[in-house]
């Protein structure tokens, strides 16, 4: 059997032992004596699901956690989002660009009426 | 709506809610705890690592974006760098007492009939607890997280493939290994 076959089959069974426990022990069911290279794979990785057991934190724990993560939460919490943040930055930027752009617009204008007041002497 | 979606939608909700923050703790918490237990070998260690990976989790959410990588498998890299930075620490890399930590954790569990069978996982957590700390990581990624084989490749900087040819390798490796281990039995009886 060629090992991508060999990986495809393997990876399935050991999706199929992590979604469920309740299929535990069918998956090597229906194999062939031909394919028991494939079966003692599949012995080996229902063995390594079975050292794997779930282990539970304690509620106190996972209780304390929480609250400490909710206080830390209102603590650090900025007022406004991060895309409002951003949203403020970038029209503070255009405003501040459209002020300057009118700020020179204005000086250069006044200098050119001013030049044109100054009187010819001569 | 999708499951995708809807954690989606929760993740971005979380970055301007707290109590939303606190839907997405109390579902990946137990996960992420059985993780880090299997990655340091006691309960205490993997309660301040699990704690950890969620501040900075809370820290650092408004930087997830999506992008293809579920907020799991975030929380997993979280995870794994906490574990890593620990092991650094303490300079210790013997990663997973698997043997000792299991029958620990099983000793009230399991009663006097299956004792035989306990003994027969003891040998396969002495093989688990032999390979390298890469291999140990798969399968405890493979085995206690509900992450598809691209979710682990994200976790662990591999691509889907080469996790999938990681797990059928290390899957020889600990059949040799078991197999060995018989010999060695079979051999003791037989002298």
């Given at each position: 059997m060629e090992d991508r076959v060999l990986q495809e089959t393997m990876d399935s069974q050991a999706n199929g032992l992590s979604v469920s426990d309740?299929?535990?022990?069918?998956?090597?069911?229906?194999?062939?004596?031909?394919h028991s290279e494939l079966e003692s794979l599949m012995v080996v990785a229902e063995k390594v699901k079975n050292a794997l057991l779930p282990v539970e934190p304690s509620p106190a724990f996972v209780r304390g956690l929480h609250r400490n993560l909710l206080a830390m939460a209102g603590r650090?919490?900025?007022?406004?989002?991060a895309y409002a943040r951003r949203g403020l930055l970038i029209g503070a930027a255009a405003l501040g660009s459209a002020l300057s752009l009118g700020i020179i617009a204005y000086v250069i204008r006044a200098r050119a009426s001013a030049r044109a007041e100054t009187p010819v002497h001569g | 709506m999708s499951s995708e979606e809807n954690e989606e939608l929760l993740v971005e909700r979380a970055k301007t809610d707290p109590a939303t923050f606190g839907l997405l703790y109390q579902r990946y918490v137990s996960r992420i705890y059985n993780y880090v237990y299997y990655r340091t070998g006691n309960h205490h260690d993997a309660e301040d690592l699990t704690a950890r990976t969620f501040y900075y989790a809370l820290s650092n959410i408004e930087r997830y974006q999506s992008r293809g990588v579920p907020f799991s498998a975030w929380l997993y890299r979280i995870a794994h760098n906490q574990v890593a930075n620990w092991h650094r620490d303490r300079?210790?890399?013997?990663?997973?007492?698997l043997d000792e930590l299991i029958i620990a954790s099983h000793r009230r569990v399991?009663?006097?009939?299956l004792i035989e069978a306990q003994e027969e996982r003891g040998v396969l957590r002495k093989a688990i607890g032999r390979l390298p700390p890469e291999r140990q990581q798969l399968l405890i990624l493979k085995f206690t997280t509900e992450l598809s084989n691209a979710e682990i490749g994200q976790v662990m900087g591999r691509s889907e493939s080469a996790i999938k040819s990681l797990y059928h390798r290390t899957l020889l490796v600990l059949r040799e290994e078991l197999a060995s281990g018989t010999d060695k039995d079979k051999d003791i009886e037989m002298g």
């Open positions: 309740e299929n535990q022990g069918l998956h090597t069911a229906g194999i062939s004596g031909s650090n919490r900025p007022r406004t989002p | 300079s210790r890399r013997k990663v997973i007492a399991i009663p006097e009939s």
